[in-house]
């Protein structure tokens, strides 16, 4: 497969490069580089939405949670299908006739610049560790398609999305994202097809097996990860970015509901998938490789190419989105400038860093970026909601909601790389386990405090 792959890879890169260039003579102003000129249409953005939230926590990851405990592992999609339709229904239209660009430039309009320095630093910060995770795994499935590691192949690759992402900017992330949402779907229900219509003998006993909660996924983690996980799809700024494109917030609204039921589809089959494999396959026979990357193993030649692709579809179109919104919230919102040639600078800079630390890194997609998510939602979801609620009803307090956000934000770090540190001086497991969600519940309550309900 090794030849074909490499062969098909570089077809697949230069198409991508094209787009970019072609889209230079397109680039006639900031607006039109950093939000693709604020006029695409809902089922642009649908689309583009979908390839932006399906990456590679979405499907190698959750087929490698679901095949460890069994069917709840759907509850991180689901919870993000959940997220979406709820940012539909309370949150699209108003955000965007906002008129911002990006999220800190919302928290700027509706809190003051403090407010927009301090989100755009969580995110700047906690984004490059998310896109050096979706880097690390398409490491790993280069890896896999080659039959060997080749850094040279992953970093010439890297290096291709980079320049992409630099040189189209957002309108050619969005065009991308539109080829790679068709591959990925196709590459996954082929698979799906394969696996339970060729291969079906145990069906009867997966169905059997679908459960919501278990002895791996019991009602705490429901808790967790709908706050968690729902909050990001909620308000996080790579699924709000899609919100910024739109042409109006009509079609913002309408974009984020059909994005939310089309993933959570795509979280049943997802999950499926995964349910096959835990039933059908044991550790010893995948002998060392993924979920997934098994089912890669057992599919015809044609079929598993195109999965690899596919697989590999979901993962850039998560990272060049990270990238180039990581890029234009440092140049906009931190430097306050609204420079072109800024952006893609900053482009190739914090992709390159990534690269480092995907090559030298450790650490599994899932770990990587339920870390960030960690931080960044109890620092910032709730606060940016009230003010969203309260913008031109009611005054804040920024003293006391920067204080709601740096509170939430401090639980989530706490929480997520001071372990260790916590249990050795005593503090209790029961705290131990629920630090984001204290964080969020301080981050909430110090949020509503900032509110000044009288005029």
């Given at each position: 497969?090794?030849?074909?792959?490499?062969i098909?890879?570089l077809a697949?890169?230069?198409v991508?490069?094209?787009?970019?260039?072609?889209?230079?003579?397109?680039?006639?102003?900031?607006?039109?580089?950093?939000?693709?000129?604020?006029?695409?249409s809902?089922?642009?953005?649908?689309?583009?939405?979908?390839?932006?939230?399906?990456?590679?926590?979405?499907?190698?990851?959750?087929?490698?949670?679901v095949?460890?405990?069994?069917?709840?592992?759907?509850?991180?999609?689901?919870?993000?299908?959940?997220?979406l339709?709820?940012?539909?229904?309370?949150l699209s239209?108003?955000?965007?006739?906002i008129?911002a660009?990006?999220?800190?430039?919302?928290?700027?309009?509706i809190?003051?610049?403090?407010?927009?320095?301090i989100?755009s630093?969580?995110?700047?910060?906690?984004?490059?560790?998310v896109?050096?995770?979706?880097?690390?795994?398409?490491?790993?499935?280069?890896?896999?398609?080659?039959?060997?590691?080749?850094?040279?192949?992953?970093?010439?690759?890297?290096?291709?999305?980079i320049?992409?992402?630099?040189?189209?900017?957002?309108?050619?992330v969005?065009?991308t994202?539109?080829v790679?949402?068709?591959?990925?779907?196709?590459?996954?229900?082929i698979?799906?097809?394969?696996?339970?219509?060729?291969?079906?003998?145990?069906?009867?006993?997966?169905?059997?097996?679908?459960?919501?909660?278990?002895?791996?996924?019991?009602?705490?983690n429901?808790f967790t990860?709908f706050?968690?996980?729902?909050g990001?799809?909620?308000l996080?700024?790579?699924?709000?970015?899609?919100?910024f494109?739109?042409?109006?917030?009509?079609?913002?609204?309408?974009?984020?509901?059909i994005?939310?039921?089309?993933?959570?589809a795509?979280?049943?089959?997802?999950?499926?998938?995964?349910?096959?494999?835990?039933?059908?396959?044991?550790?010893?026979?995948?002998n060392?490789?993924?979920?997934?990357?098994?089912?890669?193993?057992?599919?015809p030649?044609w079929?598993?190419?195109?999965?690899?692709?596919g697989?590999l579809?979901?993962?850039?179109?998560?990272?060049?989105?990270?990238?180039?919104?990581a890029?234009?919230?440092?140049?906009?919102?931190?430097?306050?400038k609204?420079?072109?040639a800024?952006?893609?600078i900053?482009?190739?800079?914090?992709?390159?860093?990534?690269l480092?630390?995907?090559l030298?890194?450790?650490?599994?997609?899932?770990?990587?970026?339920?870390?960030?998510?960690?931080?960044?939602?109890?620092?910032?979801?709730?606060?940016?909601?009230?003010?969203?609620f309260?913008?031109?009803?009611r005054r804040?307090?920024?003293?006391?909601?920067?204080?709601?956000?740096?509170?939430?934000g401090?639980?989530?770090i706490?929480?997520?790389?001071?372990g260790?540190?916590?249990?050795?001086?005593?503090?209790?497991?029961?705290i131990?386990?629920?630090?984001?969600?204290?964080?969020?519940?301080?981050?909430?309550?110090?949020?509503?405090?900032?509110?000044k309900?009288?005029?």
């Amino acid at each position: 497969m090794n030849i074909v792959f490499t062969i098909a890879l570089l077809a697949y890169l230069v198409v991508f490069i094209v787009i970019g260039i072609l889209d230079i003579k397109n680039i006639k102003s900031f607006t039109d580089y950093s939000v693709a000129g604020k006029k695409q249409s809902s089922l642009a953005v649908v689309m583009t939405l979908l390839a932006t939230v399906v990456g590679a926590s979405t499907t190698i990851g959750i087929t490698t949670t679901v095949y460890n405990i069994g069917f709840p592992g759907i509850w991180w999609l689901a919870f993000g299908a959940i997220g979406l339709i709820l940012q539909s229904v309370f949150l699209s239209r108003k955000v965007r006739e906002i008129g911002a660009d990006t999220l800190p430039d919302l928290a700027g309009r509706i809190a003051g610049r403090p407010a927009e320095i301090i989100i755009s630093l969580i995110i700047v910060i906690s984004w490059v560790g998310v896109i050096a995770g979706q880097l690390v795994a398409m490491n790993s499935l280069i890896t896999f398609a080659l039959g060997k590691s080749s850094t040279v192949i992953f970093a010439v690759t890297s290096v291709i999305v980079i320049a992409y992402t630099a040189i189209g900017g957002q309108m050619s992330v969005v065009k991308t994202d539109k080829v790679q949402l068709f591959i990925i779907l196709i590459g996954v229900a082929i698979c799906m097809g394969y696996l339970y219509i060729t291969k079906g003998e145990n069906n009867a006993t997966i169905l059997q097996n679908v459960e919501l909660l278990n002895d791996q996924y019991k009602a705490s983690n429901l808790f967790t990860q709908f706050f968690v996980i729902g909050g990001v799809y909620f308000l996080g700024p790579d699924i709000m970015s899609r919100n910024f494109i739109a042409k109006d917030g009509k079609s913002a609204k309408s974009a984020a509901w059909i994005a939310g039921v089309v993933l959570f589809a795509f979280s049943v089959v997802i999950t499926l998938i995964g349910m096959w494999l835990r039933y059908n396959v044991t550790s010893e026979e995948m002998n060392g490789l993924g979920p997934l990357m098994y089912a890669v193993s057992v599919m015809p030649k044609w079929a598993a190419i195109l999965l690899i692709f596919g697989l590999l579809s979901a993962i850039l179109s998560s990272t060049d989105t990270c990238i180039i919104n990581a890029s234009t919230i440092f140049v906009k919102d931190i430097l306050k400038k609204e420079s072109v040639a800024g952006v893609r600078i900053t482009v190739i800079v914090i992709g390159l860093i990534s690269l480092t630390l995907a090559l030298f890194g450790r650490g599994d997609i899932m770990s990587l970026l339920s870390g960030a998510y960690s931080i960044y939602t109890p620092g910032v979801i709730f606060p940016l909601m009230v003010a969203i609620f309260a913008y031109k009803k009611r005054r804040l307090n920024l003293g006391v909601w920067i204080a709601a956000v740096v509170a939430g934000g401090l639980f989530g770090i706490l929480g997520t790389y001071f372990g260790a540190t916590l249990e050795k001086i005593g503090v209790p497991a029961l705290i131990m386990n629920y630090l984001t969600l204290i964080g969020m519940g301080i981050s909430l309550i110090l949020s509503l405090l900032s509110v000044k309900w009288k005029k």
